[in-house]
């Protein structure tokens, strides 16, 4: 007699079940599992050993840090649903799941079992997104000797800018203490960072306060586009100290959450350089302040699995939310006797499972002003929808609006291939407003090539950015439509996906697009 908590139909056939609600735990087992099965062809076959001999096994340790159920308190199944999110989430792992069993004395055993995914990746990425071809080679070992440590490295070889390293380290449980501590650089000429965070994040829902410190060091050349063609140009260089904490409270999945953030800033622009002298410039202006931010939010949470979202036939969980929080900031002068900004923080979201849909609706507005002067009005609103009618196919629809309004003048967004129209340049189109249209059809054959997926899109993009005051016409709209290949490494590493769309835009230029990931 065995009681299951698994993702959708994937656990084995059961003759009887029990209910183990409310029973105690009499112990708890973990089963981590290598890769996968030794089973298929000769091929598969010497692919699978070759796998599994070459990868460490998360270790037992590792798994049982994220395990929330206790021995000696009764056993819940919305418990044991977070177990199993958390471990796919947080660890190195392809699938987890939790089974209760009765042990004869009216308590239960828990059986936890996870099954890892290929950790080390050797990246060899060729991304052509905008008319700009990158090149991308490094490694990423996810899972550092079992321990679940990232440490990445990887170099850029860029068409038309200067190549750079990037390199990461994450350790989301130092000696197994509810402690997490990070790493990063890159040289990236348009943004160089090194940031170095410690944390104490949230673990579990039941958990009620976090907190977090971050100091980053960034910099790099901002260029000053006028649709393609660039105008101005400055560098840029920040230090900045973050500290962050955050207390709730309420029912398993409803909470109301207290955010509380001081930020320090000390920012330099230098190298001002104007290409077009018939624009008018604004370059931002050397700042140090102290800013104070608080945050309320009230959220209603639930969690649904499903496939075909992100991947092709994996179990992904799905976190849905009903949101809407307020909040407040003030930034102080280095001295603190006089201050540089207010601040206004709104946001909401609604997502839902209705039928064979997830919806997602989101709107966020930030206005920064000082006195009875607004410096800076930002709103960002979306829509996303996915269809899951069918399971050879889903469908997906995102609209995003975005306005941005500073005292400069500054055209802050920017539309092209690598911001939502594919088969277009970069910098195509810049303004203060922008709209855009992504739909996609992705389709899944059920074809298979030594352990590779294989499947196809179809998608139209479409968008325009303008500055506010002029006409927004749907004739005006730029767009592009185009058909894909989608690679799928999920029986080894759920999250590996090679994208390559072909495109056609308005402007009669065929365009191929490579990239990891879906588009969006």
Not at 50 to 68: G, S, W
Not at 138 to 148: I, K, M, T, Y
Request: charge should be neutral; hydrophobic fraction near 35%.
């Amino acid at each position: 007699m065995v009681s299951e908590s698994r993702s959708e139909d994937t656990f084995p056939d059961t003759t009887e079940s029990f209910d183990p609600e409310g029973l105690i735990i009499d112990t708890i087992i973990v089963v981590n599992s290598n890769i996968r099965s030794n089973g298929g062809n000769g091929l598969e076959r010497f692919i699978s050993k070759a796998a599994n001999r070459l990868h460490v096994v998360t270790r037992q340790k590792v798994v049982r840090d994220e395990i929330i159920l206790k021995k000696g308190e009764p056993y819940t199944k919305l418990l044991a649903d977070e177990t199993s999110r958390n471990l796919r989430r947080r660890l190195a792992i392809n699938d987890a799941w939790v089974n209760a069993e009765p042990n004869g004395k009216g308590q239960v055993k828990v059986i936890v079992t996870t099954i890892d995914r290929w950790s080390l990746l050797f990246n060899l990425k060729v991304r052509r997104d905008g008319n700009e071809t990158d090149i991308q080679f490094g490694a990423h070992e996810r899972n550092l000797f079992g321990r679940n440590h990232l440490l990445a490295f990887d170099y850029f070889l860029k068409e038309k800018e200067v190549n750079y390293l990037d390199a990461e380290y994450q350790n989301s449980r130092i000696k197994s203490a509810p402690i997490s501590a990070g790493f990063l650089y890159s040289d990236n000429p348009l943004g160089t960072l090194r940031q170095i965070s410690i944390s104490h994040p949230f673990y579990s829902l039941s958990q009620q306060f976090s907190i977090s410190a971050n100091f980053s060091d960034i910099g790099g050349r901002h260029d000053e586009y006028r649709d393609t063609e660039v105008v101005g140009r400055w560098r840029n260089s920040a230090d900045i100290f973050t500290l962050e904490t955050d207390y709730r409270w309420g029912s398993y999945t409803r909470k109301v959450r207290l955010e509380g953030l001081y930020r320090y800033t000390n920012r330099k622009a230098t190298d001002r350089t104007i290409f077009d002298t018939t624009v008018a410039i604004q370059f931002p202006e050397d700042s140090t302040y102290h800013e104070f931010s608080a945050v309320i939010e009230f959220r209603d949470l639930n969690f649904v699995v499903e496939r075909g979202i992100s991947g092709f036939y994996y179990n992904e969980d799905i976190t849905l939310s009903k949101s809407i929080s307020f909040g407040i900031g003030r930034a102080f002068t280095p001295s603190f006797n006089d201050y540089e900004y207010d601040r206004l923080i709104f946001g909401t979201v609604w997502s839902d499972k209705i039928g064979s849909h997830i919806i997602s609706l989101s709107y966020n507005y930030n206005r920064w002003f000082r006195g009875g002067e607004v410096l800076r009005d930002r709103s960002i609103a979306g829509l996303t929808v996915y269809n899951r009618k069918f399971s050879f196919v889903t469908g997906v629809l995102r609209a995003v609006y975005v306005a941005d309004d500073l005292t400069s003048g500054q055209q802050s967004l920017t539309l092209g291939g690598r911001s939502g129209l594919r088969g277009f340049e970069t910098h195509y189109s810049t303004g203060n407003r922008e709209l855009l249209f992504n739909i996609e059809g992705r389709f899944f054959s059920g074809l298979e090539f030594m352990s590779v997926l294989l499947g196809t899109v179809l998608f139209i993009d479409a968008g325009q950015a303008w500055d506010s005051g002029e006409s927004v016409k749907f004739s005006n709209f730029d767009y592009s439509i185009g058909t894909g290949l989608r690679l799928s490494m999920e029986r080894f590493t759920r999250t590996q996906l090679v994208r390559i769309d072909l495109s056609y835009a308005q402007n009669n230029e065929w365009q191929i697009s490579i990239g990891s990931g879906q588009y969006f």
